[in-house]
């Protein structure tokens, strides 16, 4: 069992940052691609960001590209991302998710991953 516990959503201005923590538990060991997905009120979930199990390869949803940086520390169990220059279409409800079969790889599909957390909230005003 691998259990993801999200952090550091909130509210912030137009223009400005937020750090999103994304602590795994659990069979760590286990853990393989970790992405960021978000969903708006009335919209599908959509990814935002994806990293492989090692942090070298990563990849962005066009909307997010330059303005986002995913990364993580298998060493504290934690991935992060780093979110500038938020604008009010950032905001949504941003999860946490981790893929826990085979491939070691970064994950573009939902389908792909195994478990979410619980969701953090953030609301960028303009």
């Known amino acids: 069992q691998v259990q993801l516990v999200e952090s550091g959503g909130g509210m912030v201005q137009a223009g400005g940052s937020l750090r999103l923590s994304c602590v795994y538990s659990g069979r760590t060991t286990a853990v393989n691609g970790m992405g960021w997905f978000r969903q708006a009120p009335g919209q599908a979930r959509e990814l935002v960001a994806t990293?492989?199990?090692?942090?070298?390869?990563?990849y962005y949803s066009d909307s997010v590209k330059g303005r986002f940086t995913i990364s993580r520390d298998n060493t504290k169990n934690t991935m992060t991302l780093q979110m500038t220059s938020l604008q009010p279409e950032d905001t949504a409800l941003y999860y946490c998710a981790a893929g826990i079969r085979g491939t070691t790889q970064y994950l573009t599909e939902a389908k792909d991953y195994d478990v979410w957390g619980q969701g953090t909230q953030v609301t960028v005003s303009s």
């Open positions: 990293i492989s199990w090692s942090g070298t390869s990563t």
